[in-house]
Every structure is written in C-alpha cells, then in structure tokens.
C-alpha cells in the first residue's frame, strides 16, 4: 500500500513539474524575446543552468549504472526511480531546447569510482553520491530560484526543492541502513 502511494505521488509530481515547466517555459521565452533582461536573460542563471543540468546528467548517469550493478534492492528501487525522474526532466529540457549538460569532471570522477566497485561497497558509494549530489542540486537550484525574478521560474525551482528534498532525505535515510 505504502508504494502504490508513493508510485502516485511521484506520478503527480512528476506530471506536475512537468506541466509547470512546460508552461513556465513557454511564458518564460516569450518573456525573454519582449525583454532581453528578463529572468533567463540574466547573467549568472546560464552558469546556474548549467551547474543543474550537469549535476542532473550524472545523477541519471549513476542511477542508470546502479540499475546494473547494485546489490540492495532498495538501492536499486532508488535508482530507478531517480534514472525515470532525470530521464524525464532532461526530455523535458531537450524539448524547450536548453542545450544538453556539458559533463563536468566532478560527474566524471564520481561515475569513474562507482564503476570500480561491486556489492555492498558499490551501494554504500552510489547512495552517498546521490545525497552528495542532490544537496549540491539543492544550492543550485535554490540560488536559480533567489537569481530569477520570473514568477514561474520561482514557482518550479519552489516544487524542484520539494523533491530534491525527499530524495535527500530519503537517501540519507538508506544511506544510513548500509552503513
């Protein structure tokens, strides 16, 4: 009961940001295109951006190797359900042409050590990349929100925090059984 509950819960988050970024894109660009100093058209949201796409890809990256190489079967729950949310956010990106994450060599180190371990060492290092990452996605987006004066903008970075935050907790939580 308590995962058919939380597999419509992440249904409708998921549907949910994915509606109020669409929306909030579409808003956003023809903001932009009237004025070329609004919200994405300031200085240090493309850095922003881009920090929050890089740290969006490895977190796909190492989800999608957890998939194969996990040995807890909540690890890799976790997995797969982070791999289907980054999945969706960077189909969602693509399609309101934000240019694809450039890898950054933080998200190359990370993948490099995972790949190295195997069992419980492998579980144990994915799911503290995963806290590590997601409080870094945290920063980011929270800066993205406080830099942006676009009200949609503020209100998906709002529901973004929300999440990050869950899978924060969540995998601290199962962090803290493997240990």
Known sequence: ???????????FI?????????????????SSIASPSSAFGQTQQPALQARIAALGSTSLKTSQLALTKASNAEVKMFAKFEAAEQETMGKILKEMGTPAPVEDKEGKDVLAKLTSLNGAAFDKAFMQAQVDTHL?????????????????????????????????????????KLV
């Not at 009961?1 to 249904?11: A, G, V």
């Not at 998921?14 to 023809?30: D, P, Q, R, T």
């Open 136 to 176: 870094k996605l945290k920063e980011a987006v929270s800066a993205l929100m406080k830099a942006s004066t676009d009200k949609h903008v503020q209100h998906v970075t709002s529901l973004a925090l929300a999440t990050i935050q869950e899978h924060t907790e969540r995998g601290t939580m199962l962090l803290n």
């Open 1 to 11: 009961m308590e995962t058919n509950h939380q597999n419509s819960r992440r249904e």
């Open 14 to 30: 998921g549907k949910s940001v994915k509606s109020a970024i669409l929306f909030g894109a579409g808003a956003s660009i023809l």
